[in-house]
């Protein structure tokens, strides 16, 4: 009977399966933003539910340690929700806001927590989340065409917003169910697929990347990386294109390190290259000024932005921030100061503190999955290049505001945490 038991798959295995395997499917209700911090909050009442039994001497499903780099995220976003209510303290800003505030940081920051949590301490496989993958990248694909004929034809940019924006959110995009959007500078068509705005596009295509680059089965794996590409080309985001050419390479780098070919190829190349350096500088140096200079006015945007965060924070609120997001002037166009990057963002919001909060998993977590890639972990590849994606696309995006989305890439981050302590807890 124990035997039986040890072969049945677990509840939230398939829960995490069907969940991200009907990604296209919630996306035409406008769902996924409801989705995400669902799928969180419930899978870590089933993991609670499970510790309070098993103290109770029912017998259940085993529940692992928390892993030491999970306890690191834990506590950087409880001192994450920490700053917060001092911000809001400190702006007397009232408790209507401050409840409001405390419920986006609960679907937002609160989700890079919960979903390593998940993964560590629950019975999900990485081959479940690839393999899951590879259903939104079929889909992905077959819809890419559609969303790129649809102006053509002359079809309506947003088909409809769904009335679960009475939820609340950041906005009404991240309910909308939308073919496209259109490039106000020279009036190119930018695809979003299930995402709020196209660099976000971009962010996921490059998190299906990753996971289409780790499946084992050729066609999927294919026909994933194809699609991954699609929404990172379709997605014209600059930085998006930059993370394809550069995470997947120093993942594959990290993960060979302990093959003396790698050191062999690795010192004959930079043998080779070494006359040519200086070429190569001036090369990346017009292709930086190149890829800046493709949306010259985003750029002056985002710079001015993050230079009215940056001001603000170190003369207004160093320390705990001002609490929550501010209107920009008509210079940026009237968004949010701080917006478009995480730093500025954590800065003005919830000062030095909050940034902190942030900065020190991400740094513990790219170290600790660095060393797990070299041991050739499929977990360890994986998250490795997932926190390397939220690092790169920290100085682009606002984390949190898409952790709904890049959920199925924090719940391996849970796993290769587990998975690196069991290694460590095995005696030499």
């Keep these: 009977m124990d035997q039986t038991a040890h072969h049945t798959r677990a509840p939230e ?31 870590t009442g089933l993991l609670f539910a499970r510790v309070y039994l098993t ?54 920051w609160a989700l890079l927590a919960l979903f390593p949590l998940i993964g560590a301490c629950m019975n999900i496989k990485v081959e479940t989340i690839i393999r899951a993958a590879g259903w939104v990248a079929l889909g992905t694909l077959l819809l890419t065409p559609v969303f790129l004929v649809a102006p053509m034809v002359g079809l309506p940019k947003v088909l409809f917003v769904s009335p679960l924006k009475l939820v609340g959110g950041p906005g009404p995009e991240f309910f909308a169910v939308q ?51 699609a929404m990172i080309w379709t997605s014209k985001s600059r930085l998006a294109l930059a993370a394809a050419m550069f995470i997947w390479p120093v993942v594959i780098a990290v993960g060979e390190t302990k093959r003396p070919a790698m050191w062999f190829a690795a010192t004959l190349g930079l043998l080779m290259l070494t006359p040519m350096a200086q070429g190569i500088l001036d090369w990346i140096d017009a292709t930086l000024n190149s890829v800046k200079s493709m949306r010259a006015d985003s750029t002056r945007v985002r710079e001015l932005l993050g230079d009215i965060a940056i001001e603000r924070w170190w003369n207004e609120a160093p320390i705990w921030g001002h609490g929550v997001v501010e209107r920009g002037p008509h210079a940026v166009e009237y968004m949010p100061i701080g917006s478009h990057h995480t730093w500025f963002g954590l800065l003005f919001v919830k000062g030095a503190v909050g940034a902190i909060a942030l900065a020190i998993p991400l740094a513990w977590s790219l170290i600790e999955f660095a060393l797990l890639a070299v041991t050739r972990s499929k977990a360890g590849r994986i998250a490795f290049g997932m926190v390397l994606l939220m690092s790169f696309y920290s100085i682009g995006e606002n984390l949190e505001i898409l952790a709904y989305l890049i959920w199925p890439g924090l719940i391996v981050m849970g796993i290769a945490a587990r998975e690196l302590q069991q290694a460590s807890a095995i005696p030499e």
């Design 13 to 43: 295995d398939l829960i995490v399966a069907v969940a991200l395997a009907a990604t296209w499917f919630v996306y035409l209700f406008g769902g996924l933003y409801v989705l995400g911090p669902v799928l969180g909050v419930g899978l």
């Design 55 to 108: 103290e109770d001497g029912v017998s259940t499903r085993a529940v692992p340690a928390i892993p030491s780099g999970v306890w690191v995220w834990i506590l950087g976003m409880l001192v994450m929700l920490l700053a917060l209510e001092v911000g809001h303290m400190n702006q007397n800003l009232g408790l209507g806001q401050t409840i409001k505030s405390t419920i986006g940081w609960a679907k937002g």
């Design 179 to 229: 073919l496209y959007s259109i490039e106000p500078t020279d009036g190119s068509t930018r695809l979003r697929y299930f995402t709020p705005w196209s660099p976000a596009a971009g962010m996921i295509g490059n998190m299906y990347l990753i996971f289409a680059l780790s499946d084992k089965r050729r066609f999927w794996k294919w026909m994933g990386v194809l699609s991954a590409l």
